[in-house]
């Protein structure tokens, strides 16, 4: 019998003298592991993923090191290596600056407010009440219409003269809503908590089949109320879907263009609700300075990776 | 240290690869040579979507193909974006922008040729020459700073104030006369219309923050008040002058007295009557026709110039040749054939937009006796102001707007001190480029 062993998953040998031949060997498989007909299984995906997603952000990285704007095919300029100016130019720059606290606004306003109405519509929908899909569905329809369509229907509700400000009368904030700079962005926060709710309801949705149903019994029997039974019961058991929900927020509150660009007219009043994504479009897209936007957009990477990291520690330790 | 082994081999290949792809995207063959000037061929060409403009096209363009068999031109709408000048820039880039497009805005000109996507008119033999005899004096405001032309000045939209006569009787003010040539007549009107609920508004421009909206409030009344300076001359911003802060301070107060209101209004408040005046061009005569009860006056000044001494924005449209263009042959007999005499005229009766000729009163007599409501416009067209060809273009009416919105429109800063800010930023942009 021989002694050869192989570690599950790694496929690489552990006899104590193996030959040469098996150790190259083990090296190939360890590279393209132990079923190579997987590699062009996923090779379209990674194809893709590539394309898509490496490619342009490593070159959004080499621009934003680099003096650079876009020219037409056969036209050679020189892109000379800047370090980091670009970078400087946008730290320095008060608007982008004012850009990223606008954003922790969204994001201090829009990440628990979806997190709880989430959970708790969840909740709901998840028992047996009236009209449960008619429900699903209502919660879902904004998340799948155009942005560009529901934020006309917003205009309607909180301009000046909107429904909202006819409703309360002299309690009608004045500047109204969307020129107030106090209250733009958290108007801009609370439609995107309300139109993105029904995507992140399914998650929790999805989430709350996965709990027991006897830890709820053994809840009862304990004596704890609904209060005590959603707390110690449903909130760790959606522990890592919360985990999800808070991540996926913070992602779309960092991509924020439609809103501030239709709502709030180009991130107004006054700059008030302008987003990193707004900005870069504008810089690099209407003022051709690719190399500073590019460099916000990494910063903007950086740090929607640390805050995503931070959650997924805090939320998930246990 | 397992996973590492795998995700480290394919993260590197990633990273090469992008490296690889981004280091070669900055190296390319020279620029076409001129000999292309001259190669005749069919040609590619873009129109705007304006429904007048787009007819007027399709006609120029049938004229065209029916006597020019072996260089015919193949014409589509501009496609569709967020604004046509994102869509050309991204066409450049790409290398598939058409031989010629009828709607270049001169405030992207600049891009567009530091893109290396537009050939100089300098190539065409005679061009600058013909362009000239065109548009006169005119054309040195589209000159870039290279000294060439990237442009054809094709047709302008001089921007004065109509308003309502209905509202004007309405508030008490003679609407045959209404009394908006100073500033202080202008606010006085503005707040007995206000004052009697005959409009919520007085005017209302779009207080929002994107970089053109300059053009509609700020700049049509700098150009009155200041004789006809652009934005930026020789290489300085000109605006921290009397005449800019007269023109900040008239429009602050008309915000601070809520005369023209900070948020942004969802249609066309002038034609919905929730305003009594709006800052447009000759293309409102053919809009408003049968829906409001209009006249037209010249944009104020504070000492009311008469109106053969005001200048305006003249927010022209103008056409270029694209450096992807093969046959640039064509495309210049085709740029000398849109705008002759013959088709100008055309253009005019389709549109209502002024071409950018010097003689165009006297061109077209019979269309401005058979339609006078234009023939205000054709005269204040004589007198109009190009945005500054400098190639921080976007990004100075950026600098501007973003000044302009925090004092005057929200005063969220004193306006003299905001003016002086932008002048300062739109110095060291100039100065950059």
């Known amino acids: ?318 | 240290m397992k996973r590492l082994s795998r995700t480290l081999p394919a993260a590197t290949l990633v990273v090469g690869l992008g490296l690889l792809s981004a280091c070669g995207g900055s190296s390319g063959g020279g620029t076409a040579a001129s000999d292309a000037s001259t190669v005749k061929g069919p040609i590619k060409i873009w129109l705007s979507n304006n429904t007048e403009e787009l007819g007027w096209g399709k006609a120029m363009v049938a004229s065209w193909n029916a006597a020019h068999p072996k260089e015919k031109i193949t014409a589509q709408e501009i496609p569709a974006g967020k604004s046509s000048e994102e869509v050309i820039g991204a066409a450049i880039t790409a290398g598939n922008a058409p031989c010629l497009i009828f709607n270049t805005a001169p405030a992207a000109v600049p891009q567009f040729q530091k893109q290396g996507g537009l050939v100089p008119l300098e190539n065409f033999k005679g061009a600058v020459d013909y362009l000239k005899a065109r548009s006169g004096a005119t054309l040195d405001q589209y000159k870039s700073a290279d000294g060439k032309h990237y442009q054809i000045p094709w047709k302008s939209n001089p921007v004065m104030i109509f308003y309502n006569k209905d509202i004007m009787k309405k508030a008490g003010v003679d609407p045959a006369n209404p009394p908006l040539a100073t500033y202080d007549e202008f606010l006085a009107t503005s707040r007995k219309i206000v004052k009697s609920g005959a409009a919520p508004a007085a005017i209302y421009p779009a207080p929002t923050s994107e970089f053109f909206q300059s053009w509609f409030d700020f700049y049509p009344l700098y150009a009155a008040e200041s004789g006809g300076k652009q934005l930026v001359e020789d290489g300085k911003a000109t605006f921290d002058d009397p005449a800019g802060q007269s023109v900040a301070k008239f429009w602050s107060t008309l915000y601070a007295e809520k005369l023209a209101p900070n948020e942004k209004y969802n249609g066309d408040s002038f034609a919905d009557s929730k305003a009594a005046m709006s800052i447009v061009g000759p293309w409102a005569v053919a809009v408003y026709k049968g829906k409001v009860n209009w006249g037209v006056a010249p944009v104020p000044t504070s000492t009311g110039k008469s109106a053969d001494q005001i200048s305006t924005f003249s927010d022209a449209k103008n056409v270029a040749i694209y450096s992807s263009c093969k046959a640039q042959g064509t495309a210049w007999a085709v740029t000398k054939f849109a705008t002759s005499k013959e088709q100008d005229g055309k253009l005019l009766e389709a549109t209502g937009q002024m071409p950018l000729r010097t003689d165009l009163p006297t061109a077209y007599p019979d269309y401005f006796a058979k339609n006078p409501d234009y023939k205000l416009f054709a005269a204040q067209a004589a007198r109009t102001v190009e945005v500054p060809n400098v190639s921080s273009s976007i990004e100075i009416w950026q600098a501007f707007r973003d000044e302009w919105t925090k004092s005057v429109i929200f005063a969220k800063a004193p306006v003299d001190a905001s003016m002086t800010a932008a002048a300062k930023k739109i110095d060291e942009l100039a100065a950059q480029s």
């Open chain 1, 1 to 318: 019998m021989s002694s050869i062993t192989t570690t599950p998953g790694t496929g690489r040998a552990t006899n104590p003298a193996p030959s040469s031949r098996k150790r190259r060997r083990s090296r190939v498989t360890a590279v393209i592991g132990r079923h190579p007909i997987g590699m062009l299984f996923v090779a379209p995906y990674v194809l893709f993923l590539v394309t898509i997603f490496a490619y342009p952000l490593v070159l959004a990285v080499w621009i934003s090191f680099h003096d650079y704007f876009f020219t037409a095919p056969g036209i050679s300029v020189p892109r000379p290596f800047v370090g980091l100016d670009n970078y400087k130019t946008a730290l320095t720059d008060p608007a982008v600056l004012q850009s990223f606290r606008n954003v922790g606004v969204f994001l201090v306003i829009n990440v628990p407010l979806t997190v709880v109405l989430a959970l708790v519509l969840a909740v709901a929908l998840n028992r047996a009440v009236h009209a449960r899909t008619f429900l699903r569905v209502s919660f879902y329809v904004p998340y799948v219409t155009a942005s560009v369509a529901v934020v006309a229907v917003w205009l309607f509700l909180f301009s000046g003269d909107g429904l909202v400000n006819n409703l309360l009368g002299p309690l009608a904030p004045n500047p109204s809503w969307l020129v107030n700079a106090k209250l733009a962005m958290p108007s801009i926060a609370i439609f995107v908590a309300w139109k993105q709710l029904g995507f992140f309801i399914l998650l929790y949705l999805a989430a709350l089949q996965n709990v027991p149903k006897e830890l709820y019994e053994a809840a009862s029997v304990d004596g704890a109320n609904a209060w005590r039974s959603f707390w110690s019961v449903t909130v760790p058991g959606v522990k890592s879907a919360t985990t999800l929900v808070v991540i996926l927020a913070i992602i779309t509150g960092a991509n924020l263009f439609t809103e501030p660009y239709l709502l709030t007219n180009g991130g107004g009043p006054d700059g008030a609700s302008t987003s990193p994504v707004l900005l870069i479009y504008q810089k690099g897209i209407q003022q051709q300075n690719p190399d500073v936007a590019a460099a916000i957009g990494v910063i903007l990477v950086l740090g929607v990776m640390v805050i995503s990291l931070v959650n997924k520690y805090v939320l998930e330790r246990d």
